[in-house]
């Protein structure tokens, strides 16, 4: 039986890997909404928002040299950008820190968070 479950498992990850690239091509679409306040290439000024190179596992709140809201600087320590964390976000901002200076309703669609999450996590260069 072991046998089985190696190459299986083995096929299983390959086969989720073209799902993520379509995922990131999706997300990269879909955070055309996010550029107006957000920069995410590597050493890219901070705008009206943070620059997001790197959020995936980083703490909120700490981009080098961005002014946060009070709201962000009291809760955002405690919270670690990771999928559950960045999809709660991109739902609700306010939902996940109340006063944020985020003026962003949010994004309904799950499918469209996730694929938002996975361009965020790519490598960017």
Avoid at 20 to 33: H, N, S
């Amino acid at each position: 039986m072991l046998k089985f479950v190696v190459p299986l498992t083995a096929a299983l990850a390959l086969a989720a890997a073209p799902a993520q690239a379509q995922d990131a091509a999706a997300g990269k679409r879909a955070f055309l909404k996010c550029v107006a306040c957000h920069s995410i290439a590597k050493g890219a000024p901070n705008k009206i928002g943070p620059n997001l190179f790197g959020v995936a596992g980083r703490k909120a709140g700490t981009a080098p040299g961005f002014r946060y809201s009070a709201a962000m600087k009291a809760k955002g320590a405690a919270i670690v950008w990771n999928p559950a964390t960045l999809d709660k976000w991109l739902a609700r901002p306010s939902a996940v820190i109340p006063g944020t200076s985020m003026a962003f309703g949010g994004v309904p669609n799950a499918a469209e968070r996730a694929a938002i999450i996975a361009y965020l996590k790519k490598p960017m260069p």
